[in-house]
């Protein structure tokens, strides 16, 4: 597994919650190293770039960069392409937590698709999905579905596995529990296994959701007609490399926010992870 | 049910486990006991004796090699609503509230929510657990989440009542006091208990009878009579007939004062 779920800390409402002003505050001194780091960064990379004069179609300037950003949002083509990747991103990882969910449930429910499916899933984990875009490009075509194929197939692998091991990793004294009051397998899975799995499945999506964004980009480098990956190609092709830069900014905050709307579920969905398990043993 | 009929009839329940390489493992022999609705048995021994998997028989949880039990006068082979059990562990759901762990059962058995759930709330009242119904387990001490495994063995309202050693996790203060309840809770509600400890005192502070197990394999060593009045309370620890049934118990156990290889504990 890519991760442990339990290695992840996730703070509880027991406490008042101090005020929104506070809290922005606080997250950023509690950064403020990394942002000092930042700006420094940024002002050398800055100053380089006009001090040794160097072409703006090899590295430009991050003011360069931001200028292109701001133009780019500006004339709208910016916008147009993100909706584009922001769609491949969200509908492939659709598809991938559906089967992903689908999958899981064959696997507990029935012994055999453990015994012959889920071996094959995790042979197949080691195969570099990227590596597979130009053969789906082929067989779907330059449009939107042989986006989301990549995006699933790429997202697919993080959420099963995650899923599985997180419904088999309830104790077997609460499966008992519930077995001495007659419960069905369905019943156990329901009010058990996957309540029990949500922090499995809560890491699994966020490691599923920065893969869905390389997905994305992978599946329209090989060919598309919009997207901010097509944006990319273009742009290089016009050696307009401050607006790959814009880009990239674009695509790093598409993948904070998307990180950030996770790590909120997260903690609202698992405000009980690793708390009242083990309670009376740890004394 | 059949009127009359004793609530639980144990009648020669073997268990032998198939160990590696072939051996087999005789973990109860030969257990054979009757049970009066209302009486309050505890089974105490060694570890090793038995006592847990005679209760996961009792549970349904795992099927006896040989041997039938009745319960009410019917047969009993897999896991029923006549019986409640409450585990070492509390074994809560930390993701649900505390009224909502004492539901689960209500949920599984598909009983009527509405009503069951002041059943659980008067039950949770009765347990001192009534302010918080809407907490989580991890912001209960362990003494209290296992007062919340207890409310959800009872909701259902099963008429025999397993308890595997519900105390043996807790610090002996908070033991004492939850034995304390025990006994109030257990007259008040009428039920027929198993109780399963490896505690001589607890045995027989809460017992009408002690069945006392030896290990190896683990079957009955004998019955220890616990005529002390009720109610009971810790006090009686320290009057002379409890020192008596305490050392019948022990004799059973062939723990004597000479070479004693376990000593009396809790209460």
């Keep these: 597994m890519r991760s442990d779920p339990t290695t992840r800390t996730i703070a509880v409402g027991d406490r008042e919650k101090p005020g929104a002003m506070i809290r922005a505050w606080n997250w950023v001194r509690g950064r403020s190293g990394a942002i000092v780091l930042l700006v420094i960064l940024l002002a050398i990379w800055e100053a380089a770039v006009r001090i040794f004069n160097i072409p703006s179609y090899l590295l430009p300037a991050p003011s360069d960069a931001i200028v292109a950003l701001v133009n780019g949002l500006g004339s709208g083509i910016l916008l147009t392409h993100t909706w584009v990747t922001l769609l491949e991103i969200m509908g492939g990882f659709a598809i991938a937590v559906l089967t992903a969910f689908v999958l899981a449930f064959a696997v507990t429910k029935w012994r055999w698709v453990e015994k012959s499916v889920l071996p094959l899933v995790f042979a197949l984990q080691s195969v570099p999905k990227v590596a597979l875009a130009p053969l789906i490009l082929t067989w779907f075509g330059f449009g939107i579905t042989s986006k989301l194929v990549t995006v699933a197939l790429v997202a697919f692998f993080p959420l099963v596995v995650n899923l599985i091991a997180g419904i088999q990793s309830a104790d077997s004294d609460r499966v008992d529990m519930f077995k001495a009051l007659g419960a069905s397998e369905w019943t156990i899975f329901r009010k058990l296994r996957l309540p029990n799995a949500t922090p499995y499945i809560m890491a699994g999506l966020d490691i599923a959701i920065v893969f869905c964004i390389i997905g994305a980009i992978v599946a329209e480098f090989v060919g598309a007609q919009a997207g901010l990956g097509y944006l990319i190609q273009a742009s290089a092709i016009n050696l307009d490399v401050s607006m790959t830069f814009a880009i990239l900014i674009i695509l790093s905050a598409l993948g904070l926010v998307l990180h950030a709307i996770l790590t909120v579920i997260s903690r609202r969905v698992v405000f009980w992870q690793g708390k009242g398990l083990e309670a009376i043993t740890e004394r | ?267």
């Excluded at chain 2, 005679?54 to 019917?74: D, P, Q, V, W, Y």
């Excluded at chain 2, 989580?136 to 099963?158: C, F, T, W």
């Excluded at chain 2, 105390?167 to 004492?176: E, K």
Aim: aromatic share 4%; with cysteine.
């Design chain 2, 1 to 267: 049910m059949t009127m009359g009929a004793p609530a639980i009839e144990l009648h020669e329940i073997s268990k032998t486990y198939a160990a590696s390489k072939g051996v087999a493992v005789d973990a109860v022999v030969d257990f054979s006991l009757t049970v009066a609705p209302g009486e309050f048995i505890t089974l105490v021994g060694p570890s090793g004796c038995g006592k847990s998997t005679m209760l996961k028989i009792l549970g349904g949880l795992i099927n006896a090699t040989r041997g039938s039990m009745r319960l009410h006068g019917e047969e009993h082979t897999g896991p029923t609503p006549e019986i409640g059990i409450v585990y070492q562990q509390p074994l809560l759901l930390p993701w649900r509230t505390v009224l909502d762990n004492v539901m689960v059962p209500v949920e599984v058995l598909k009983l009527p929510k509405e009503q069951m759930r002041a059943e659980a709330r008067k039950l949770l009242e009765v347990l001192g657990l009534a302010d918080f119904a809407k907490s989580y387990p991890h912001q209960l001490s362990g003494g209290m989440q296992q007062r919340v495994g207890i409310a959800r063995a009872l909701v259902y309202d099963p008429a025999i009542l397993l308890m595997d050693e519900p105390f043996g996790a807790l610090d002996a203060m908070t033991r004492d006091q939850m034995t304390v309840e025990l006994m109030r809770v257990s007259s008040r509600f009428g039920k027929t208990v198993v109780f399963v400890t490896h505690s001589i005192s607890e045995a027989v502070l809460l017992a009408d009878r002690v069945v006392v197990m030896t290990p190896r394999p683990g079957r009955i060593a004998g019955l220890v009579e616990v005529d002390l009045p009720r109610p009971r309370d810790l006090s009686v620890v320290n009057t002379e007939r409890f020192g008596q049934l305490a050392e019948q118990v022990r004799s059973l156990l062939h723990l004597d004062a000479s070479g004693a290889s376990m000593a009396p504990e809790g209460a």
